[in-house]
């Protein structure tokens, strides 16, 4: 019984994974036509797209807070059709107050969703005993290819942002309603009901966690320099054309995929530092290749080494807090979760920054660097649960398939 429990609850929880990639791809890739809509200027659009990922932060720490009340998995289940309904009120209204308040809501609820998410994963990833945080990340990197070609199609009909979004919304949302009924928390599953660890009761020093907290920074300021910048480079830096400009995405999302899809075995077989080490080296590369690139086929090389070996770090940074405090990991990972939108912010304007200053050729090398430098951080993947309170106890694993 405890086996069809979490593997229902895999399932769910991939699901959730899945739409949330759907709809945060709707979002950011029609962004030029939300400005349209609503008349947002050049100067005002930054403020807008900084506020999101800021309220994301702040809905990560509420979180926090909220789960030493309620299960991660309540959270999850609300937090989910919030973001939803969100995105549709940011393509439905008028005014630009409607869409400030829109994005708000968004920003807050997806931070709630982010976290509550990865807790989710990260507990039944200790029920299973072995590694599958990425097999839900690599949900998440589908549906971003399904959203993205959704808003692709929509742009390419010229369809109002409405009529792109409604349909989504009304599919995903009884989607999410149904999933949200066999989430599992993995540590009632492995104990039995009521003897569920607190998993807010310890403390969390933040000296511990400061590793993964900048390794996970490193990460995104990557990950938004690839989302920002690579039909800019592609275009302006190596002179492609305009239709070949937009490809880089999209083949550093399919190459996230198809890198999370296996990355789990490799974590078995070789271990997270191991991965971990590995796709910060071929991230490096990415980024090298594509600051030396002599024309766009090279380029396009570059952002599919960086896709590849990106993609395995944000899923084993929160796997790695999880297995440092087992006795905390809801807190751990909110607060790491925070560090994700902090390199979301960094990344992009740092890169616009140095391009305009000095060239885009050498501000790739700036994530590059940053991204090398995990390669410092790398043994806290392999860190035993640290010691606090009375000590710690070795998980209790479930034999499932």
């Known amino acids: 019984m405890a086996d069809a429990r979490l593997r229902h609850g895999r399932a769910s929880l991939a699901l959730s994974f899945f739409v949330q990639g759907v709809t945060f791809a709707l979002l950011v890739t029609r962004i030029p036509a939300i400005q349209d809509r609503y008349g947002i ?14 309220l994301a932060g702040v809905g990560s720490v509420v979180t926090e807070k909220v789960v030493a009340r309620v299960w991660p998995g309540g959270v999850l289940s609300w937090a989910q059709p919030v973001v939803l309904l969100a995105l549709l ?31 989710m994963g990260v507990s039944l990833q200790r029920a299973y005993g072995r590694s599958i945080m990425l ?16 808003a692709w199609a929509g742009a390419h009909w010229d369809l109002s942002l409405p009529a792109s979004y409604l349909p989504a919304v009304v599919v995903l949302l009884p989607v999410a309603f149904i999933g949200s009924r066999w989430y599992v928390d993995g540590a009632s599953v492995e104990k039995g009901p009521g003897e569920a660890q607190g998993k807010g009761a310890a403390s969390v020093p933040f000296k511990l966690l400061m590793p993964l907290c900048l390794v996970m920074s490193f990460a995104y300021i990557g990950d938004s320099t690839v989302s920002n910048w690579s039909a800019k480079y592609l275009q302006d830096v190596l002179g492609s054309s305009e239709q070949l400009s937009t490809v880089p995405y999209n083949v550093y999302m399919v190459t996230t995929l198809l890198g999370r899809a296996v990355g789990d075995f490799g974590v078995r077989r070789f ?58 990991s809801d807190t751990a990972i909110a607060r790491l979760n925070v560090f994700n939108y902090v390199g979301f912010l960094v990344g992009s304007p740092l890169v616009g920054a140095l391009g ?46």
């Open 356 to 401: 305009d200053a000095w060239s885009y050729r050498g501000a790739m090398l700036v994530p590059m660097v940053l991204v090398l430098a995990t390669l410092v951080y790398a043994k806290s993947f392999g860190a035993e649960p640290a010691r606090y309170g009375g000590g710690h106890e070795r998980p209790h694993t479930v034999d499932v398939g």
């Open 135 to 150: 097999g839900f990340h690599a949900a998440y990197s589908l549906g971003g290819i399904a959203g993205a070609s959704m």
């Open 271 to 328: 271990g997270a530092v191991v991965v971990v080490r590995f796709g910060s080296v071929l991230a490096a590369a990415g980024f090298g290749v594509v600051a030396v690139a002599g024309g766009a086929w090279v380029g396009m090389l570059g952002f599919t080494l960086l896709g590849l070996g990106l993609c395995v770090i944000v899923p084993q940074t929160f796997a790695a807090a999880g297995r440092m405090f087992p006795g905390a």
């Open 41 to 54: 200027s050049d100067g005002l659009l930054p403020l807008f797209l900084a506020a999101v990922p800021i």
């Open 89 to 119: 009120g940011v393509g439905a209204g008028n005014a630009l107050w409607e869409a400030a308040l829109a994005l708000g809501v968004f920003g807050l609820a997806v931070g709630a969703l982010d976290a509550s998410m990865n807790m």
